[in-house]
């Protein structure tokens, strides 16, 4: 993770333009922890949002999220697929690699 020190925390709920959405993993700073952390629902999103495809939700439905996260100021978006695969996101499009964590790995193994 980032040099940073900060929380990663699970199924996260930020409050997005389209209502409430819950990001499967975040990673949060512990600045940012601390603006959100009584919060019910995060009114900034944490640095990084992480989606999983999983059966029940559509690209489409991941797209929006990711663009949502972007929006709700999250410096990066990772998407991962049902092989493991990962893709990263910043407000300019999508990266080769992280910038935040750039020694995360293109492909987790099982």
């Not at 900060?6 to 512990?30: Q, R």
């Not at 990263?88 to 293109?106: A, D, R």
Request: aromatic share 8%.
């Amino acid at each position: 993770m980032p040099t940073t020190k900060g929380e990663v925390m699970p199924e996260c709920a930020i409050n997005t333009s389209d209502g409430i959405k819950v990001a499967d993993v975040v990673w949060c700073s512990e600045e940012r922890f601390t603006q959100i952390e009584d919060e019910v629902s995060a009114s900034i999103a944490p640095e990084i949002c992480v989606e999983v495809k999983s059966s029940g939700n559509t690209l489409d439905e991941i797209e929006f999220k990711k663009n949502l996260y972007l929006e709700a100021q999250a410096l990066e978006v990772w998407l991962c697929n049902q092989q493991g695969e990962m893709k990263f996101y910043n407000q300019q499009g999508e990266l080769e690699q992280s910038l935040l964590v750039p020694n995360f790995p293109k492909q987790i193994k099982r």
